[in-house]
């Protein structure tokens, strides 16, 4: 099927939509959640969501928030530096972020830098574990992470500002403004996040017995976001999400004597989307330009630089027919056009087209079967056929079983592609088979997730050294991943002191088939535990997370490895029972003061302090 052909279904398609909106109306719920499918269509596997109070309580950037109460383990070069994801042994690139129901992924690497995220600019941040790429596309092999920014149609009013000031000047501001009525809901939100970020290297000294610190790793991140929502009738609404950033990083030295280095990235994001459902049918149309960019001087006392754009435009109509009571149909058209120019890859354009079939059968209140194909065209390379079947069977109100299978697969990036002596333009996506079953118990105020899964990852992308001291990616890896996630909730409420405890661990196999070494950076166990106590006006909460040792050689040199480290925060606030809210906060983070890092020769803070202010009005 050619893009012309692709592009003419989609306009039948959509034509047909519209002059099926005649029929008898069905209202839509009060909250429209940007990524509408996630929760319906996705019973067969597993969903954990953080909750604005969650947010809360963690630092502002994403890695944070997720790598204290999520199974997902985080590689961060520094305090506040790049900071990538493993997730179920997978690659940065084979985890797919998704902002209100769109991968954004980077169109130049395929991964996503989760420290220029700032959690706080978003209602309900949602980890998808398993496959996703039915849904989502390329990258989603691990998992997917869910950024969401919802809108309430109701009379609403409301201030939302956050202060914060910690050691090693570290500033942060986030300031939400919330207005809705009946037919209109308007969110408004500035954050911006600075330190200095010198702090001491632990037991790291100069040879002549200075205490070391860490150099050259001042930062600072500026995000800007608008969304509006208008209620056209009853069974229509349009939304607006907009979003844009600049994150500007001197880049920490590893010794004393290279040279200061500085890393800019922006992104800006545009979305407009189109929710109608009458009767049996229901539609979602999504119209997206997403541009990203990066600046890096090698010198930062020279204004030379190397660069890298892309600007992407995304379409995408999600069709969805209730076939029967028991059985509904979604039919899905995207076409997304990107092109990429830099010092190092040239200017190039890629298009790729996909249409994709779901079904859900709900057999009964208990049972839900899950069905979805999806195809792609490409003007790079040969996309594999990709399906995912899945199915939830709850026994009794005690017992929840999970059953999903699904084939998966990543695009080769720009980098991959034409960078300039090395790109390979033959490569193929990487594909990847997935099983797993998921087991959910309830039981009063407790809840136990246990999910065991297998992942059979061919082709993998890996670059190697050639000729000379030139590097160029090929499909040579075949890799075997599985094992086992635990999720722990339990809350309760005993006259006036609430207390809640959330626990996550992983146990991670990541294997190359051919060598039968473990990847590198992927640890065996990881698990994080809070606990949260109230009463009154009073809060306090303590976190914990453990990373196990890892390896950084591809051989598993049992020399070259990362120690596994505990590190504890704890942190407290009182509400003065001003405004609305005003609660004044304190935090000690890395409370033991432990020494450790997630990269070589990248020391992470010991022992320091975060203050805050909350303001509701």
């Not at 606030?573 to 432990?594: A, E, I, P, R, T």
Request: hydrophobic share 35%; aromatic share 14%; charged share 20%.
């Amino acid at each position: 099927m050619t893009f012309r052909k692709l592009l003419s279904c989609l306009f039948v398609l959509m034509c047909q939509l519209i002059s099926a909106q005649n029929d008898s109306i069905t209202n839509l719920k009060e909250v429209v959640v940007a990524d509408r499918t996630l929760y319906s269509s996705n019973k067969s596997q597993s969903i954990q969501v953080l909750n604005d109070s969650v947010i809360r309580k963690n630092q502002a950037s994403l890695t944070n928030l997720l790598n204290y109460n999520s199974v997902l383990y985080f590689k961060e070069y520094g305090r506040g530096m790049l900071s990538t994801v493993s997730f179920r042994g997978t690659t940065a690139s084979q985890t797919a972020v998704v902002w209100n129901g769109i991968n954004v992924n980077s169109q130049l690497n395929g991964s996503a830098d989760f420290n220029t995220f700032t959690a706080p600019d978003f209602s309900s941040i949602s980890v998808k574990a398993g496959g996703g790429s039915v849904s989502y596309g390329s990258g989603a092999i691990g998992g997917t992470v869910h950024l969401n920014n919802n809108l309430v149609f109701k009379n609403k009013f409301e201030n939302d500002l956050r202060l914060d000031y910690g050691s090693f000047n570290t500033i942060g501001a986030n300031y939400k403004l919330a207005f809705s009525n009946k037919k209109w809901s308007t969110q408004v939100g500035f954050s911006r996040n600075s330190s200095d970020n010198d702090y001491d290297y632990l037991g790291l000294y100069t040879w002549q017995g200075v205490q070391r610190k860490n150099e050259n790793g001042q930062y600072a991140t500026t995000n800007l976001s608008a969304n509006v929502g208008y209620k056209i009738n009853p069974n229509a609404v349009l939304t607006f999400y907009s979003q844009s950033s600049n994150t500007d990083r001197h880049l920490s030295l590893v010794s004393e004597s290279d040279s200061k280095t500085k890393y800019v990235n922006t992104f800006s994001r545009n979305l407009l989307e189109y929710n109608t459902s009458k009767n049996r049918f229901s539609s979602n149309y999504k119209l997206a330009y997403l541009t990203e960019q990066y600046q890096y001087f090698a010198d930062i006392e020279s204004k030379l630089f190397s660069f890298g754009k892309s600007e992407s435009l995304i379409a995408k109509m999600d069709f969805g027919y209730q076939l029967i009571e028991s059985i509904k149909l979604n039919g899905i058209l995207d076409y997304n056009r990107t092109k990429g120019f830099g010092t190092s890859f040239g200017d190039n354009t890629r298009q790729i087209g996909g249409i994709a079939i779901k079904a859900v059968e709900q057999h009964n209140e208990k049972w839900q079967n899950e069905l979805g194909f999806r195809k792609e065209i490409s003007s790079d390379y040969d996309s594999p056929f990709l399906f995912s079947l899945g199915s939830s069977y709850v026994f009794n109100s005690f017992y929840n079983l999970k059953v999903n299978l699904s084939r998966n697969f990543r695009i080769p990036t720009f980098n991959d592609l034409y960078w300039e002596s090395g790109g390979n333009p033959d490569l193929k996506p990487e594909s990847s088979y997935q099983a797993e079953v998921g087991n959910v118990f309830k039981y009063k105020k407790f809840t136990l997730s246990e999910t065991v899964y297998f992942i059979k990852i061919n082709d993998m992308i890996r670059w190697i050294p050639g000729k000379g001291d030139n590097w160029s990616p090929e499909n040579t890896d075949r890799v075997n991943t599985y094992g086992a996630e635990t999720i722990l909730g339990w809350s309760n409420t005993y006259g006036k002191n609430n207390f809640a405890v959330n626990g996550t661990y992983a146990y991670t196999v990541s294997k190359n088939i051919d060598t039968n070494k473990q990847l590198f950076f992927v640890p065996y166990h990881k698990a994080t535990a809070s606990f949260a106590y109230s009463r009154s006006n009073f809060s306090a909460n303590c976190q914990f997370l453990y990373n196990g040792f890892v390896y950084t050689r591809s051989d598993n040199d049992p020399n070259e490895i990362i120690e596994g480290y505990p590190v504890s925060n704890v942190g407290f606030d009182y509400d003065f029972g001003l405004l609305n809210s005003s609660k004044l906060g304190f935090q000690v983070l890395n409370v033991f003061n432990q020494k450790y890092e997630s990269l070589e020769d990248r020391p992470m803070p010991g022992r320091n302090f975060n203050m805050y202010i909350i303001l509701k009005f």
